[in-house]
């Protein structure tokens, strides 16, 4: 089945550590996105990729850092310098302008 | 810049009775209007969206939305609700970067 595949599903982060989301696609998308999902503030973009080995930041890049060097992948670091990074991730990616977003499940990140 | 405003956090309908969730957009020329549904712990399933041409846009499981482009909104509709309608919908626009609106939590009482 087509679809983006998102892992893990639950993370959990100690403070002054890096950790790395993984995204994964096989729908031969070229965009893909990072969104974060606060209660009550939908969703704000984190970064984005309209084609291999390039990436654009969004509204909140602070703290975040991602790669594409492959056309199915998009990981999502979340580095130490994010003050507040509990929150639930999405990744999503799209065929074109003006065309449907496809999203993953999600992750769900806790600091401890 | 683009926005959008859901100007609603929560809807409460009975099953049964038609439903309204409320969308405006603010856009620079002609917009790419969507709607997404969200359920707990989930990803965000896409539900209809507007390019051009008709103003009353047909989605999946009976949603419709319909545009109106003098008063910049983008309502979704349905004319009967059911209670697994129940969840967390998003409005956005957008071409290449889709912009969210903070959600309305529907609940549909039985």
């Known amino acids: 089945d087509g679809g983006i595949t998102q892992s893990p599903k639950y993370l959990f982060r100690k403070e002054g550590q890096n950790v790395t989301l993984s995204c994964e696609q096989n729908?031969?998308?070229?965009?893909m996105y990072w969104y974060r999902q606060d209660p009550g503030q939908g969703l704000r973009l984190i970064y984005y990729?309209?084609?291999?080995?390039?990436?654009q930041k969004g509204d909140i890049a602070e703290g975040y850092s991602v790669s594409r060097e492959k056309k199915e992948s998009f990981p999502l670091t979340v580095t130490s310098a994010q003050k507040n990074p509990t929150a639930f991730y999405l990744c999503?990616?799209?065929?074109?302008?003006?065309?449907?977003?496809?999203f993953g499940q999600g992750t769900r990140l806790t600091v401890v | 810049a683009q926005s959008v405003a859901q100007p609603e956090d929560q809807v409460n309908v009975a099953e049964g009775n038609p439903l309204t969730v409320k969308c405006t957009y603010s856009v620079s020329g002609n917009p790419y209007l969507f709607w997404y549904v969200q359920y707990p712990n989930r990803g965000l399933q896409f539900l209809l969206k507007y390019i051009t041409g008709d103003n009353l846009v047909k989605g999946s499981y009976g949603f419709e939305a319909e545009f109106n482009k003098s008063q910049t909104s983008f309502h979704l509709k349905k004319p009967s609700a059911l209670v697994s309608d129940s969840a967390l919908y998003f409005c956005a626009v957008g071409g290449r970067q889709l912009t969210f609106g903070s959600g309305t939590q529907l609940t549909v009482l039985p």
């Open positions: 999503a990616s799209m065929r074109g302008k003006g065309t449907e977003a496809f």
């Open positions: 729908l031969n998308h070229d965009a």
């Open positions: 990729s309209q084609i291999v080995n390039d990436f």
